[in-house]
Every structure is written in C-alpha cells, then in structure tokens.
C-alpha cells in the first residue's frame, strides 16, 4: 500500500475543479472533488503498483489519459475496473493489501453513480429488438393456440444465439428463406388444423418399428427374440380423455432356422398395466389379433410389447414375435367429437350456421377470435375487416366451402408480422422521450414466453384485458411454474445455460475414455440411453428447485439429484431399481454426486472427445457459475500435446503444469485450471474414478481470488459459501438476458443488485428469482421509440 505525491491524475481533477479542462465536458466540482479526496486514494493504494505511474498490466493504465473529463468519459475502461473490483479478481488474492467490503462498494457506487451515471430509483430498462418467435416458441404457439404439432426442426433452420440463448432480438433476424418457409408453414399449418375429411373416426397407427427399446435403438417390434429378455416401446399423446377401440396383429415365427423346445412369455402392455399375454413356441407357428377397448386420460401413454425366455431349446435359429400392426380407434358420442381439436378451437360455435347473412356474422367472430390469439392483443377493427373480406370472398368461389375461406384467414394471420414478432404498443406514442410501464397485453406476453415459450392462455389474457394482471403478478406466477408447460422453460433455459441441449449430438470416443477395445462392450457402459437420462437428471433437478422454491444454492451443493435404475448403475449409485426417476439422497458412498457440478451432463459437454478438458471446465464455471469470464487465448499458444510429448504418461494435471508454465498461457490458466483439475476425478463421460495413468488423482486447487481447497466437495462448499454473491448475480444475470432477449448492460447493475440483494434477504428460493425478474424495470418497462436512451 503506497501513496504518491501529487501526479497527473491529480493535477488534472485541480484543473477540472476550477473549469480549465479540454474535454467534451466539464467535470462538476463536486464530483472532482470526491474524485481527488475518496477514488484517487483507493487507485493509489491498491492498484497504481500495476496499473500506474508507467505500469500497465493487463493493457490498464490508470493514469494515462488527457483530462478527467475524458477519463470519465472512458465506460470501457471503467467498466473493466467496476467489473473486477466487484468480482474481487483484483487486487490478486496474492497482494498483502486488500480493500475491504467498504472500499470496494464506494469505488463500484462511485462508478456507476458518476461514470455509468446510474439512476437506482429509476433504472434505464434498456433497448430490446422486436423479438421474432424462435423455432421453440413457434412450435409451442401454434400448438396451444392452433391445436396442431408442427415441426419445426425439420421445416425451419436453427435459430442463431446471442450471448448464450436463442431468445435475444438481435439474434433472431428474418431472411427471404426464412420467410418462405413461414409461408409454406403456415398453408401446412392451417390444412392440418381444419383437414379435409374431418368428422370421420381416423384410427391412430403406431408403426412397430417406432416401438424400440431403450439404449439399443436397433431392437424394435418388428422381430422380438425369444431367447433375450428385452422391452420395446412407444409413447403417444393424446390431446383428449376418450374409450379408444384397439387392435394388435402378431405373429410367431423364426428365422435362421427353426429351433426345438425354444419357449417365451410374450406380453401387450399400456402404460405398465398388462392387456394380454401369448405364449410362444418354436415347435408350432400362431398369429392372431387381439381387440378391446381402452379408457385413455388425456395426456402421454406407453405401449410396449415385453418378452420373457423360457426354455432355450435346441439347434439353430430363433423364435420371436413380429408385430404386424397396432391400432386405437377413438369412440365418439357426438359428430362434433369427432373433428380435432384444432378444428373446434377455431370454429368456436361449432359448425356453421344456414343463410349468408350468419355465415357472414360466424365468419366474423372466427376471425377475429383466432387474430386474436395469434396477435396476443385484441386485433383491430380494420385487420378483423379485411380478413373476413378475403375469407367470404375465398368461400364463395367455385367448389369452395365456408372452412375453405377459413383455412385462408389462419394462414394470412399465421404470416402477419403480428404474429411471427413480438411487437409491443408504444403506451404514450406522442411521447417517446419517456420510460412507460409496458401495457398489459405486452406484460402477458413477456411472462408467458418465458415462463412456457409460448403465447398466454386463456387466464392471462383475462387478465390483461381487465387490466388485472399486474396486481395478481405473483399469483399468476406461481400458477404458471406448476404448470406441465413451465417444463419448456426448463428444457430451454437449462438447455442454453448448462448446454444440456448439446449433449445428444456430442462426438465421444467411449471405447478411448474407458481403454476398452469392444466397441459393443462400450457401448454397453454409455449410449443414447444414458445421454437422455443424464439430460432428464439435469432437467428434473432444475425443475424440482424450482417448483418447491429451494435454495438457489443448492444448484451447486444438493446432496441429491433425480436418477433412475439405468443413470444410478451408470454413477455406481446403489440401491435404485426400475425406469422411473425418484429423488435419490446421496450419502458419502456417491463421492462428488450432488449439485449441477456433479452432473453427468456438465461433465460431458465441458470434456473432450477422447480425455477430460480442465480447461473447458474450468471455463464454463467462470462463464456460467462466477460470471467472470476470462479474457480470449492470445493467438499461438502451444497445444497440450506439446506437453504430451515432454512428459510421458503424464497425469492431467502434470500436462496442466507444464503447459501453465508458457509465458504466454499463465494468467488465463492461473484462473481456470485450478477448477477443472478440482473435477478431474470425473472422467470424460462423468464416472468417478481415483486413479489417472496408475497414480492418486490430486485434485488440490487454490481459486484467484484466493480460497483453497482439497476436492470437487471442498470447491462446491467455496462457490456456495465465499463466492454465493458471485453465483448469484450470475445466474441473474443469465436468467435476465433468456427472458429480456437482449444482453445485459452495466446500466442493468440497479437491477441485478436489487434482484440479488432480495435473494439475499428471502431465504434464497428459486421463486423468489423468478419474482424478482418479472417484478424488474427491464422486464415491466421499456424505453420510449426515439428516447435519447436508445444509443
């Protein structure tokens, strides 16, 4: 700790005070005062040793500029000073001075109130682009408004992300190709809503090779073996509670060769519960059909065939069942039962009535009803004319009928920009200078397309019509996280967030990860089966705090997690049987299970192909955990390999060292290696292990900001305890920038620290983040079109 004498720093804040400055603009004498008496000393005492009087580590120098106007006037460079002091990433750990809690606060206070020039009663809720729907969202609207399951990974290209999530406006920009394809969406869309033929029973067909059993995607009921004890199946929704009629075809054959005395248990099975069984027998062929009927809630179902080995039986060949169809027949009392959903939630009154005049009428209400829905605001007067207009007109022409003009009217209103954008009204548009409160409508919205990526009901929309909804914010809240469709919010936000959408398409060398040269046998240990499972473990435990408003922390420290029989033999966690995910408490058997760090999911996308990856460990917890992301790789700095080759069979952390030894790569690694080495007794696809290249894997590690600890549990501890704050104002920050769809800005810091602050003083819930996003000025205002906020 030092003070200089008087520098250049000070003399210009004396010029400053008595107006003598070249400057934009001059500095208020107050503010160079407080500057000269309260800032410059802190910058004196803690950071001029590296960053001063002809230092500049890290490209910062302190007292390098013209004047203190200028200075001020530097956000970025201020902005890096804020960010670090805030994060305590500087000083280092390692300096014997350190400003306390104190210093810290009236350095980052000084730079938000006099350089961000930061207003925390009136914070600026930003700028946000007009927000087109991603494929998510559209999917999910046109399901809970239209009634129909479009897919849009196979009609649509992926979306572009910004900062991390595929919901920010800036991202989401519309190409001549993409708005074709919106075209031909919409006329599918609108011909599968109101099909031709509707009111006719349409049985629903499942295809036995859609029946496949879990983990071994190439068994299906197309041929199940009698000598191997297997499960195939198939899940289906059904959009409506209803006694379906169905029908099973079978058939006992064998193929190559036809065993002696080869027996089986063959059994039809629907979500568990066992309709027929079939014994099978090599020595006599059989087939045959069964039919009856079935009370089906709605909602999703399992079918699935099992078969049980009996006798092995003798000679070549084998005996199996090939399921030739199965088919569900719904019953209806009524006619009108018998059209789609989709077709009774346009045609709200339900078929159309007699004499040109009512039709006129009824077309009017369909019309203005679905824009409605679609628009997510009342749709106005002049586009509910003009689109009845079209659709009459479309009706009366030659061997059309009155559904034809309406399939035209939801394919024009499924193209309008009102639809394909989330656009906001402008609430005082004479004026733009100001910052409003978003009207109710845009409010519902806003909620709904985060909390389910999709457009409001029902409710909400009641609520934003009477004008209701802000004052019943938190009810409708806490109604839409129990909601089954809150579940999108979870598969998307921790999807993007943790990268558990990743996980499916990752290339991973198990037979290399595990030195095991059977591919079968590899296979065996991870496939397809334990990928899913993982990304369900992710979802479920994000899901579970959520919903039961636990801890925020425990993302990180959970002595728990959501597994089934497959994932828990996979973590070699005992005493799990059966497919079905339950909560399972850890005990100190399951060494480093609990928290998102302990997650098959997190372990496998931050490793790489063929070994585990510190580095992008390391990484992902300061961008996604800390929120203190390092600065990019400079360009040429040597590969691991190189390190491979001075030090052979050498452990990771050996490589680490070495490689940590360049000149080039120390301080970025100083930052990151520490953590993922803490992690190096999960391997590459997250099964513990003690042992690396036959020696004691240590995983001993000292964060920059100067915690030590001796394993993955001591670290989880560190991060949920000293750096919670840290934590905290993260995933904030992430869960802000999913539901504002912009980035967040330092003039976003009010915002971010009164969110954390009531984390702080709430029990630390999950909820009570949720609250404070949807109860933000970012989130219930917007800036005026044209304010002079909008740079």
């Known amino acids: 700790m030092r003070r200089s004498t008087i520098t250049g720093l000070t003399a210009a804040v004396l010029l400053g005070m008595s107006g003598v400055v070249t400057g934009q603009s001059k500095v208020e004498p107050g503010v160079a005062k407080e500057f000269r008496e309260e800032i410059e000393p802190l910058l004196q005492d803690y950071c001029f040793d590296c960053h001063g009087d002809g230092s500049h580590k890290g490209d910062l120098s302190m007292d390098k500029f013209k004047d203190l106007s200028s200075h001020l006037n530097d956000h970025e460079h201020w902005f890096r000073v804020w960010q670090n002091v805030r994060t305590q990433l500087m000083p280092p750990a390692d300096e014997e001075f350190q400003p306390n809690l104190a210093e810290r606060k009236l350095l980052t206070g000084w730079i938000e109130k006099q350089v961000f020039k930061l207003d925390p009663k009136n ?27 479009f ?24 190409s001549p190709l993409l708005l074709e394809k ?23 067909v499942i295809d036995p090779g859609n029946f496949r059993e879990r983990g071994n995607n190439t ?20 959009e409506a509670d209803g006694r379906y009629a169905y029908e099973v075809s079978y058939e006992v054959r064998s193929e190559g060769g036809r065993p002696r005395g080869q027996t089986a248990t063959w059994r039809i099975l629907v979500d568990g519960k066992e309709l027929h069984k079939v014994g099978v027998h090599s020595d006599r062929g059989d087939r045959g059909t069964f039919k009856g009927e079935l009370d089906l809630p709605k909602g999703d179902h399992q079918f699935e065939f099992h078969i049980e080995p009996g006798e092995q039986g003798e000679g070549s060949g084998v005996t199996g069942v090939r399921v030739a169809e199965v088919k569900l027949t719904r019953d209806a009392t009524s006619n009108w039962e018998l059209y789609p959903e989709s077709y009774r939630k346009i045609f709200i009154k339900g078929f159309p009535p007699q004499g040109e005049k009512e039709q006129a009428g009824y077309m009017r209400e369909i019309v203005e009803n679905f824009a409605t829905l679609v628009f997510r605001r009342p749709a106005e007067k002049g586009t509910v004319d003009r689109l009845t207009a079209l659709a009459l007109k479309r009706a009366k022409e030659k061997d059309r009928k009155f559904v034809d003009g309406v399939k035209f009217a939801v394919t024009a209103a499924l193209t309008s920009p009102r639809f394909l954008f989330r656009s906001e009204v402008q609430a005082e548009p004479d004026n733009p200078g100001r910052v409003v409160a978003v009207d109710e409508f845009a409010l519902a919205s806003r909620l709904s397309y985060f909390l389910w990526s999709s457009a409001p009901d029902v409710e909400l929309y009641e609520h934003a019509k009477e004008g209701t909804l802000r004052a019943n914010l938190r009810a409708q809240v806490d109604r839409m996280i129990s909601d089954e469709k809150a579940e999108r919010m979870v598969a998307n936000f921790v999807g993007q967030w943790l990268r558990a959408r990743d996980l499916r398409g990752l290339s991973i060398d198990v037979r290399r990860i595990l030195h095991e040269r059977n591919k079968r046998e590899a296979e065996r240990v991870f496939n397809q089966g334990v990928r899913h499972d993982m990304r369900i473990e992710t979802e479920m435990f994000f899901r579970h705090i959520l919903l039961e408003n636990r801890p925020v922390l425990e993302l990180l420290n959970a002595r728990y997690s959501f597994l089934n029989e497959n994932l828990a033999r996979f973590y070699q966690v005992p005493r799990v049987k059966g497919r ?43 961008d996604n955990i800390l929120g203190t992301p390092s600065p990019p790789a400079p360009p040429d700095v040597p590969e691991l390999a190189q390190a491979k080759r001075e030090i052979e069979n050498g452990t990771m952390r050996q490589l680490m060292e070495l490689h940590r030894g360049k000149p080039l790569c120390k301080s970025c690694h100083a930052r990151m290696d520490p953590i993922g080495l803490a992690l190096e007794n999960f391997n590459a696809i997250g099964q513990w292990r003690d042992r690396e290249e036959g020696q004691e894997i240590d995983t001993a590690g000292k964060l920059v900001t100067g915690e030590s600890y001796g394993s993955v549990m001591e670290l989880k501890e560190i991060l949920a305890s000293s750096r919670k704050q840290d934590f905290y104002r993260c995933l904030t920050e992430k869960m802000l920038t999913y539901a504002l769809g912009r980035g967040v800005e330092y003039y976003d810091a009010p915002t971010v620290d009164s969110i954390v602050e009531r984390l702080n003083k709430s029990g630390e819930g999950m909820k009570e983040l949720v609250y404070g996003i949807v109860e933000s000025v970012p989130f219930q205002k917007r800036r005026g079109d044209g304010s002079r906020l909008a740079k």
């Open 151 to 174: 897919n849009v990974n196979d009609n649509f290209p992926p979306d572009d992300t910004g900062f991390g999530f595929d919901t920010v406006g800036d991202a989401l920009s519309l």
């Open 182 to 204: 919106y075209l031909a969406a919409s006329e599918e869309i609108a011909a599968q809503a109101l099909p031709t033929g509707a009111g006719k029973p349409k049985p629903i």
């Open 123 to 149: 914070p600026d809720p930003g700028r946000v682009t007009i927000r087109r729907l991603n494929r998510a969202e559209y999917r999910n609207t046109v399901l809970d408004v239209v009634g129909v399951s």
């Open 580 to 622: 079905e995910f339950r909560k399972v408490e850890f005990g100190e058997e399951s060494k480093g299970r609990g928290g998102i760090l302990g997650q098959g999911t997190f372990l496998i996308v931050t490793s790489n192909p063929t070994r585990t990856s510190p580095v992008k460990r390391g990484l992902f917890v300061l």
């Open 219 to 238: 068994q299906s009921a197309r041929f199940m073996e009698a000598d191997q004890d297997h499960t195939v199946g198939a899940d289906r929704k059904f």
